[in-house]
């Protein structure tokens, strides 16, 4: 896999595309079930099958589309609790398809990339915890083409200095301070004060 061409990909996608960068992506209903499904997973007194009954009951209750219970049960089969990752290859596959069930069925081209950014956003997430961390940059990279939101740039970040790229992850960082819009430069400042991924690029430790 060339490294170069897919940091190439990602510096032309942010120099190019900054003013497109958004700052949120979900609903709210899709954003309060994926914050009480975070909450559950952080709770070991929660058993993995009753969170998963939980994310069947809000598809149910009619709180959640399809795709996005597909999306929540893959982030319990990812969870360090769990680590099933043959299964979430899987729900993977499930949701890329019912993606494409949505474009056969006149959904917006728009709506169609946003989705499979996600779907991406997940394949880097999965390698990344696999330890494939060129081939989570890869997909990390697709999603950011696809679509110019936070979450994703900041998983491209993490995954430059998980492969010890660190200064091409601070050329990166630098070129969003300058070129995009505050509250996403905020929104990055707030991560990397929080995630233990982008500890590297926090104050303390420029040189």
Known sequence: MDYNAILERILNTVDREAYRFSGSHLSQPDAAAQKKVHEALANPSIDLDLIQRMVDQFHANGEIDEISRLSLLFVVAAHPRAKDYARAGRLLGERETAVWGRAE?????????????????????????????????????????????ADNLQNVLATLLRLGEEDDARELLGQVRLSYPAPVVEHLDRVIQEDPDLALLRQEHLP
């Open 105 to 149: 069925r006149g959904t917006n081209d728009a709506e169609i990339e946003r989705m499979l950014a996600a779907v991406d956003r997940h394949r880097g997430a999965l390698a990344f915890l696999m330890g494939r961390y060129a081939h989570a940059l890869d997909h990390f990279a697709r999603a950011l083409e696809r679509e110019r939101i």
